[in-house]
């Protein structure tokens, strides 16, 4: 038995160097990198020696920044700097052309954690869209599993190739073009799977064919933005599926940042205890004394004005 468990871990420990995410450490010539100004100014560029990125901070050659390292602070003509940084999932998502609407983070995070994905899975993904999510399935899979994704739209699915290549994830995922709706997924991969996700119009039915993909107590996941559509395939997963659940994830996002307290007055008698050295103390009219504390900086936290609510609701089931 453990030398069972010993040959399986090796085999998932086993890097194929032709197979891993493919971005080094270090910038080269026709890299790709996100330039990041502050948390909601960031945008993907590729590095080409004598181009130059001009922006409100100034001009900044790009043959300044080959040779740095990911994560490399640069200053341009006028002294303005911004951020070099490395092309992960997370920030691909943030700055990604939107071809199609697609999932964030929070969902992202979740999904990957409800399949229960590792490295060396086999990953079914319909419809591709933008390729949000397919980023993260690769980085999870990797170096030794596979993601293939399937879109309807042959245009749109080879934009989504276009950006693995990119972004350096195009050994770890296969895109193609398919009705997966209509036609189910490839006999090829029956039995095959660990997990697939959905993210269809119409779900339920590709399930039956998501069934027949997987391996025994594989799991399966769904995103739709309609409740009627989570009713319709939760109905469809019943004939072959357990443990089914829906999630919707609700993110708050909280900005820190430094502010100013107001001036504090309390009775003498309460602010005695010496916890807090007073500025000045005066008598009130009535006899009582007064403790004046001055005003002063503080990091304070407070919920983000632009919270994103309901994006959709995700339906995982296992296979029975």
């Known amino acids: 038995m453990q030398r069972c468990f010993r040959t399986c871990l090796l085999k998932m420990l086993a890097i194929d160097s032709t197979r891993k995410m493919s971005f080094n450490r270090t910038i080269s010539n026709g890299d790709l990198a996100i330039v990041y100004a502050r948390h909601d100014n960031m945008k993907p560029v590729t590095v080409s020696e004598g181009s130059v990125l001009q922006n409100r901070f100034g001009v900044f050659k790009h043959s300044d920044w080959i040779g740095k390292s990911f994560g490399s602070k640069v200053f341009s003509n006028k002294g303005g700097f911004v951020y070099l940084l490395a092309p992960t999932p997370e920030l691909w998502t943030l700055v990604l052309s939107h071809r199609t609407q697609i999932l964030y983070i929070a969902d992202i995070s979740f999904v990957v954690m409800y399949l229960e994905i590792v490295p060396g899975f086999v990953v079914l993904e319909s419809g591709t869209g933008s390729g949000s999510l397919t980023t993260s399935l690769a980085r999870a899979v990797a170096p030794t599993g596979h993601v293939y994704t399937f879109d309807f739209h042959e245009q749109r699915s080879g934009s989504a190739r276009d950006d693995f290549e990119k972004i350096g994830i195009s050994s770890l995922v296969t895109a193609g073009v398919r009705d997966i709706q209509g036609e ?39 995103f739709s933005p309609c409740i009627e559509q989570v009713q319709r395939s939760c109905e469809t997963m019943q004939s072959n599926f357990t443990d089914i659940r829906t999630f919707e994830v609700l993110l708050r996002t909280y900005e820190v940042r430094e502010g100013k307290m107001e001036s504090l007055e309390i009775d003498g008698d309460d602010g005695s205890n010496g916890s807090l050295p007073p500025c000045k103390r005066r008598q009130r009219s009535d006899g009582a004394s007064v403790v004046s504390y001055p005003s002063s900086s503080s990091v304070m936290a407070r919920p983000c004005g632009e919270a994103r609510g309901h994006t959709g609701y995700l339906t995982f089931a296992r296979l029975n």
């Open 184 to 222: 189910g997924f490839p006999e090829e991969f029956a039995g095959l799977a660990d997990a697939v996700f959905l993210d269809l119009p119409q779900p339920w039915l590709a399930i039956p064919s998501a069934a027949k993909m997987l391996r025994h107590d594989g799991t399966l996941c769904s």
